[in-house]
């Protein structure tokens, strides 16, 4: 049912392309409307049948060849009168409102009626309109800049690169027409490739619209099939020839003066030079590698990109090779410009991606969003997405800084434009917004015409290439001060707040103390079923929503192998006296990480064994109460901040910790303290062992009006012993505050926008 109503869909709107072309060529050809051709045939087929077949031999035959033949098939009856009626009723207000065009309008309506199970094969999720301009205003400098995008879609890309280079043409002095300026970007600067051959038509056909009136021979929009022998534009990763569908808007010959072949396809195969492009502007498709196997052979690519990098894989996805294919084709000195997942800044799978990034290019531009119900850059996605922007270094040169933007108001298409400008200002001066200077306000403001969009600060090159292992924590919050205080924490840099800095001299990596262990993910794939009421088997933690620091059997479900559940995962769960939080929502969740005297699992949880220690004293620290210490500090807000910094966010308030992660978490290092301190901190754990925490927001919120709630209990104690010094009521205040507003920013992300 699907497939035919994408089938139906895309029949509409080839007749509402040929509408629009049709109506926005009528003044320049003396031909007569459609709606005035109603009038005079009496039916919307018999109007429509006239007019296309009046402007074939416009070079646009493919447009009104492919419209003819629909209609050829539709049946005559009331119905199919009424539906055309209203195809034309949308295409008239739309062509007199020609500016529409400029802005990928087709795409959007393409994108709209598209299956959502193709889309999710080819993880079809196309740029927002202001995300296109904004990637192309940063990205573009010269108009005749040669511009490719490897998953091209509808074409949204391309259009805004079309609108960057026209804007820059007359700006740097290009005196010939209009149209001459047209043939060039359509006929040689602008390329586009995608797997769906529609998607294609689409992409050219929106390039066309940007001067309708103005004909080209040729496009450089390129159909790529995808299968299990061919991986469309990633063929070119293999070698730098390829075979397309070669796609024109025109036949070189009309078979019959009313008539038009559209059913030929010429497989040709053309070569492109690597380091052939100015500037590589892409959204690649992000689908896991088990829809991925759907459309083309995953472990062949697994083949193709580790000849490049061994440590490169598909675990993060096709964009991970589109990546790297931008790597290949962009020249020395020019720009890749991509809509990423937040994975890319901190996942394991995509390291080597981030060491060639930061290696062999200048990171200019991080941009995150903050949007409210706007988490993402690309349409009906709810993942959380960047915007990045990076020059590939000539040889010798060294990376400049890098600017990171929070944007929190939904931008127009203008404002886009505006804000990339602004941006480009603060990379001119990047020090009045460094990161790394204290004292001083570093936040850059960034308006549109005297609106507040947000905010941004820049990074000086060191502090990019320390932090390559999680560069997500430069945007993983939008208070500026808790970057600030992670970074801290991370032994980065200086925080300006004296117990951040004092504290980080005393945490080491997790895995230095502790050996982090699998945790159950998919129980009864594993041939486990978890119990209750027993006690036998393992003991697990079976929710995230546990509500202390300790738990004990009693608090337990049990983890008991079923005879009778075929095992497709072979694996041993994991356990350890620690567990840290797996995945849960950051606002809702109680405690993130709990002690057990006893060994324990967790489906939502990650074990962790810690290992038998020595104090700075030669005391010797038994593993259970290393256990103890480390779930007070993932417990305080000090450990929530370093564990908020190292998190993959899924949708808002929902996050996760993945092991890779979670083996790199910055921790409390008993090795570093003394027996006092120790002690002090055991007593502090039995003291606060029962308490039942209320989830983390409410947890905040009581915390600022009572001064002796937990939470201040812990984080004051926590201090006190470790700094050997007092932390002030209203320092712990206003820390609860930012955090507070940081859970209230991540719940906003995920509103739902109501349709006007």
């Known amino acids: 049912m699907e497939k035919l109503r994408e089938f139906l869909a895309s029949g509409a709107l080839i007749l509402f392309n040929a509408i629009t072309f049709y109506e926005l060529l009528a003044p320049e050809h003396n031909f007569a409307s459609i709606r005035l051709l109603y009038k005079d045939k009496g039916t919307w087929n018999n109007a429509f049948r006239y007019a296309f077949t009046t402007a074939l031999g416009l070079k646009y035959d493919r447009i009104f060849g492919y419209a003819l033949q629909i209609l050829d098939i539709l049946p005559p009856s009331r119905i199919t009168e009424q539906i055309l009626e209203e195809i034309y009723k949308v295409a008239e207000y739309v062509t007199s409102h020609a500016v529409l065009f400029r802005h990928d309008l087709i795409g959007r309506i393409y994108h709209s009626m598209l299956g959502r199970e193709l889309a999710k094969a080819f993880a079809t999720y196309y740029t927002k309109l202001y995300a296109a301009e904004l990637l192309a205003w940063l990205a573009i400098e010269n108009y005749d800049n040669k511009v490719v995008d490897f998953a091209c879609g509808s074409g949204t890309l391309l259009v805004a690169a079309y609108h960057r280079k026209l804007a820059l043409a007359f700006l740097q002095g290009y005196s010939g027409s209009i149209e001459e300026l047209h043939r060039l970007f359509i006929e040689e600067q602008l390329w586009g490739f995608d797997a769906m051959a529609f998607a294609t038509h689409m992409a050219a056909v929106n390039l066309a619209l940007q001067q309708p009136t103005a004909v080209f021979a040729r496009s450089k929009i390129y159909h790529v099939p995808c299968g299990k022998d061919r991986m469309g534009s990633l063929d070119l990763l293999k070698e730098n020839r390829i075979k397309i569908l070669s796609f024109t808007l025109s036949q070189e010959k009309a078979v019959g003066p009313s008539q038009v072949s559209v059913s030929e396809k010429k497989v040709t195969e053309i070569e492109i030079p690597r380091e052939k492009f100015d500037v590589v502007i892409m959204n690649p498709p992000f689908t896991r590698k088990d829809r991925a196997t759907k459309v083309l052979n995953t472990k062949e690519l697994s083949k193709i990109i580790k000849r490049f990098d061994p440590r490169l894989s598909t675990l993060g996805g096709l964009a991970v090779p589109f990546v790297k294919l931008g790597d290949l084709y962009v020249k020395s000195g020019g720009r890749v410009a991509f809509v990423l997942p937040t994975a890319v800044l901190s996942r394991d799978a995509w390291l080597p991606i981030r060491h060639m990034l930061i290696e062999r290019y200048n990171i200019e531009y991080l941009i995150i969003s903050w949007i409210s119900g706007a988490p993402a850059f690309s349409e009906e996605s709810k993942l959380r997405e960047i915007l990045l922007v990076a020059r590939k270094l000539k040889e010798e040169e060294e990376p400049g800084y890098s600017i990171i933007c929070h944007l929190d108001e939904q931008p127009s298409f203008l404002d886009a434009r505006r804000i990339a400008e602004r941006l480009k200002e603060l990379a001119l001066s990047p020090r009045i917004a460094d990161i790394t200077r204290i004292g001083t306000n570093q936040r850059y403001l960034v308006f549109s015409d005297k609106k507040l ?48 800095d004092e504290l980080s001299q005393y945490l080491t990596e997790l895995t230095n103390i502790g050996n982090v262990k699998l945790f159950v993910k998919n129980v009864e794939a594993a041939g486990f079923r978890i119990l209750e009421g027993i006690q036998e088997g393992i003991p697990i933690v079976a929710s995230s929503l546990f509500d202390k620091i300790e ?206």
Request: include cysteine.
């Open 453 to 500: 969009l947000g905010e941004a600060f820049s990074v000086p090159p060191a502090i990019m290439k320390t932090v390559v292992d999680n560069l997500y924590v430069l945007l993983a919050f939008r208070d500026f001060q808790l970057v600030k205080s992670a970074l801290s924490l991370m032994g980065v840099h200086t925080s300006g707040l004296w117990f951040f």
């Open 551 to 756: 738990v004990n059997e009693s608090d337990c479900k049990w983890l008991v192998r079923d005879p009778a559940l075929p095992i497709k995962e072979r694996f041993k769960p994991g356990v350890g006296k620690l567990l840290i939080i797996r995945k849960g929502g950051v606002d809702s969740l109680r405690v993130f990480s709990i002690a057990s005297e006893r060994p324990v699992a967790g489906n939502m949880w990650v074990p962790v064994e810690p290992k038998r220690l020595s104090s700075n004293d030669g005391t010797s620290i038994n593993s259970s109460d290393v256990a103890r210490m480390l779930s007070l500090w993932f417990n305080s807000t000090f450990g929530l901040i370093s564990l908020l910094a190292f998190r993959e966010e899924t949708t808002g308030v929902w996050s996760e910790w993945k092991t890779e992660r979670v083996r790199i978490l910055k921790t409390l290092n008993p090795k570093t303290l003394d027996s006092s301190q120790i002690e002090s901190l055991l007593s502090l754990w039995h003291q606060l062992k029962e308490v039942r925490w209320e989830p983390l927001y409410t947890q905040l919120d009581n915390a600022i009006r009572d001064e002796n709630h937990p939470r201040r209990i812990l984080d004051k104690g926590i201090v006190n012993t470790i700094c050997k010094k007092e932390i002030a009521e209203s320092e712990l205040t206003a820390l609860y505050n930012q955090v507070i507003k940081e859970l209230i920013a991540l719940k906003r992300l995920m509103r739902v926008q109501k349709r006007k």
